[in-house]
């Protein structure tokens, strides 16, 4: 079962502690305790930054460079992430509710015990990341990388996956039975240690056959 994330900044157990940020992202700044609500950022960069319990409430990053940037207890809410780069970066104990990542260069990274709700996710490459005990609940992935990735404790109740790609990822404890639509174009083949269901292990068949070389014609 997903973690409890909160709905309402409020709710956050150190939301009376935030205080509002204003200015552009730094590299290698430290970020304690941050509201940033709102506003835009634009080819900024926040390289090797470093956010601890922080929340980004309605923020739009354009082209922001977050490479090696490290990201604990923080809550995004209705953000909109387009062509950042988020490569190598560590994700612990966090939630991004809401809003798009779209162009997202997220490969190397690692993320643990982070929950996406309620998200587009849309050309985001995860090449070669490390997922452990993460759920997409009630997203949509599309166009999504996961090559070469290992992913543990990976979960996707509610969510809709189109051209996921899991070529050459090694999965754990991976349950997709919840997912509400499997799309993986040439992603059958890193599906050993993954959880489905018998209606859409009846989907995959296809896939599954092709691979085989196996050829499947009715009388």
């Known amino acids: ?34 509201h940033f609500d709102g506003g835009e950022h634009t080819d900024e960069s926040g390289a090797g930054a470093a956010f601890l319990e922080c929340a980004f409430t309605g923020v739009a990053l354009s082209g922001v460079k977050l490479r090696q940037a490290r990201f604990n207890e923080v809550w995004v809410q209705a953000g909109r992430w387009v062509a950042c780069d988020l490569s190598d970066s560590d994700w612990q104990d966090s939630a991004v509710t809401g809003g798009v990542l779209a162009g997202i260069a997220g490969y190397g990274s690692a993320l643990r015990r982070v929950v996406f709700r309620g998200c587009k996710l849309e050309a985001v490459n995860l090449r070669a990341a490390v997922l452990r ?19 543990t404790g990976v979960s996707f109740p509610g969510s809709t996956l189109e051209e996921v790609r899991l070529r050459g990822a090694t999965l754990s404890k991976v349950d997709l039975r919840g997912a509400a639509r499997l799309d993986l ?35």
């Not at 309402?8 to 970020?31: C, I, K, M, S, V």
């Not at 993460?134 to 990735?149: M, T």
């Open 1 to 34: 079962m997903p973690r409890a994330v909160p709905d309402q900044l409020a709710d956050l157990p150190y939301a009376d502690l935030l205080r509002p940020h204003t200015g552009p992202l730094r590299a290698d700044a430290r970020y304690d305790t941050a």
């Open 133 to 151: 005990d993460v759920v997409f609940e009630d997203c949509l992935l599309r166009d999504v990388d996961f090559g070469e990735a290992k992913l």
């Open 185 to 219: 174009p040439d992603g059958h083949q890193g599906l050993r240690g993954a959880l489905i269901s018998s209606s859409q292990l009846l989907d995959l068949a296809p896939q599954f056959a092709h691979a085989l070389g196996i050829q499947v014609k009715d009388v």
